[in-house]
């Protein structure tokens, strides 16, 4: 059974940076993409960042030069650095695989101004 645990949230200033986590069991990260997702309130889920099996990389515009996607395949755990916050990136950010088919809970991410 594959399970995506987030971790990592909470409230920052704006301009304040947070570190996500997404730990998984049930799938071997190395040789599958994994991606990072969020959903503000009365938006749609959006895909922010993704990495891939080989290591590359691809962002939202809204997030380039800011976010930064990372994975430590020994520990089954795919991170988001966030710097440079904006009151505009509240939202519950997740983790997915690839094909999106699973999915972690959640973790919130608050940016006051």
């Known amino acids: 059974q594959v399970q995506l645990v987030e971790s990592g949230g909470g409230l920052v200033q704006a301009g304040g940076s947070l570190k996500l986590s997404c730990v998984g069991s049930?799938?071997?990260?190395?040789?599958?993409?994994m991606g990072w997702y969020r959903q503000a309130p009365g938006k749609q889920r959006e895909l922010i960042a993704r990495?891939?099996?080989?290591?590359?990389?691809m962002y939202a515009d809204s997030v380039k030069d800011r976010f930064t996607i990372s994975r430590d395949n020994a520990k089954n755990t795919v991170y988001l650095q966030m710097n440079s916050l904006k009151p505009e990136d509240t939202a519950v950010y997740y983790c997915?695989?690839?094909?999106?088919?699973?999915w972690g809970q959640g973790t919130q991410v608050t940016v006051s101004s």
């Open positions: 990495i891939y099996s080989g290591g590359s990389t």
């Open positions: 049930g799938i071997i990260f190395r040789i599958n993409a």
């Open positions: 997915a695989d690839g094909v999106e088919v699973h």
